[in-house]
């Protein structure tokens, strides 16, 4: 949904007051590495400003500042939306299976930034590929809306508001909702950013991203160095060392019932 001008206004006002500060404190034009690690949890993270102002060096800009010269990308030849798809496809097939972000990255010529932004999104860009171009790949595929209605029509098994097991990211959000007292949390805001929330533990406040699978945090192309929580229904890969909360691992261990 798009923003209201006032309240687009305010995050403007709020990323440049961020890197002013961060500015003054270091004496010169920060890097997105300073930013990171100077940033207060309450100033704007950096994947706000990419997305608000494309780049970084742009973001400076606005601010008043002088970007710094390493940080001005080279121009990038174009690469058509064919061209994509056909890399894609090939890692795919190499591979046997359709590839999270992070394997693509590790097996492509190319990164997945033209997909993020010729597409939208890296989901995005999947599935339409999956969808135009299904009779070339060498193996079954599926989307990966389809991926998450594998688990359809099982009921929960507790009793709670939510009838069936979460089939998707929002269902996954309700459940934790309904749960989150009985976890030892709280929620303090939940947006559609990355991260999804901020949550009250302990008098502690922690930064979380939920998600339907796990997996689906590197389909999302989120960062991998994250200080906080992945909230999901099913587990079903670790992602480097990110601490996951499975709400079926929760409910299905019996812990909900204690």
Excluded at 22 to 29: A, F, M, V, Y
Excluded at 82 to 100: C, R, T
Excluded at 177 to 191: M, P, Q, R, T, V
């Amino acid at each position: 949904m798009k923003k209201h001008p006032f309240d687009s206004i305010e995050e403007q006002d709020a990323i440049k007051s961020a890197i002013k500060r961060i500015s003054l404190n270091l004496g010169k034009t920060p890097t997105q590495k300073q930013y990171k690690s100077n940033r207060k949890l309450n100033e704007p993270s950096l994947e706000q400003i990419t997305y608000r102002y494309g780049t970084w060096s742009k973001a400076v800009t606005e601010t008043g500042l002088e970007p710094n010269p390493f940080q001005v990308p080279p121009r990038q030849p174009v690469i058509t939306k064919q061209q994509l798809a056909d890399e894609f496809i090939k890692v795919s097939n190499e591979l046997g299976h359709i590839p999270s972000m992070l394997q693509f990255r590790v097996h492509s010529i190319l990164s997945w930034k033209p997909y993020e932004t010729n597409w939208g999104s890296w989901r995005q860009a999947v599935n339409a590929i999956l969808e135009s171009h299904h009779d070339r790949f060498h193996f079954d595929v599926k989307t990966l809306k389809q991926k998450e209605k594998t688990f359809l029509g099982k009921h929960l098994g507790i009793s709670c508001p939510l009838l069936f097991e979460p089939r998707n990211e929002y269902e996954t959000i309700a459940l934790f909702c309904i749960l989150a007292e009985k976890l030892g949390y709280k929620i303090k805001s939940i947006k559609s950013e990355f991260p999804d929330a901020i949550l009250i533990k302990d008098d502690l406040e922690v930064l979380a991203e939920y998600e339907y699978l796990s997996s689906n945090y590197l389909q999302h192309g989120h960062p991998l160095e994250f200080n906080g929580i992945i909230i999901c229904w099913r587990k079903d890969v670790d992602v480097y060392g990110i601490k996951i909360l499975s709400l079926e691992e929760y409910i299905k261990n019996g812990e909900y019932q204690k």
